[in-house]
């Protein structure tokens, strides 16, 4: 499982106001690790990332195969 980092980027300037640090809090990951995938400055495919955001397209009735590319 990868993040699928431009469609997360769509989901946060739509949703979250552009805003990486709300959306780290509501799925449950520390900012620093969301914000180091986003940049591109560590590998898109940790599970704990990957699992929350599953988690959280669950709750909100969102497609995750958008998010997550398995």
Same mark, same amino acid.
């Given at each position: 499982?990868? $993040?699928?980092?431009?469609? $997360? @980027?769509?989901?946060?300037?739509?949703?979250?106001?552009?805003?990486?640090?709300?959306?780290? @809090?509501?799925?449950?990951?520390?900012?620093?690790? =969301? *914000?180091? #995938? =986003?940049?591109?400055? #560590?590998?898109?495919?940790?599970?704990? $990332?990957?699992? *929350? #955001?599953?988690?959280?397209?669950?709750?909100?009735?969102? @497609?995750?195969?958008?998010?997550?590319?398995?």
């Amino acid at each position: 499982m990868i $993040v699928n980092i431009e469609a $997360v @980027d769509i989901l946060i300037k739509n949703e979250f106001n552009n805003n990486k640090a709300y959306f780290a @809090d509501e799925i449950g990951v520390s900012r620093s690790l =969301l *914000s180091n #995938i =986003l940049c591109k400055k #560590i590998k898109n495919n940790s599970p704990k $990332v990957c699992n *929350s #955001i599953i988690v959280f397209c669950n709750r909100k009735n969102i @497609d995750v195969s958008k998010f997550i590319i398995f």
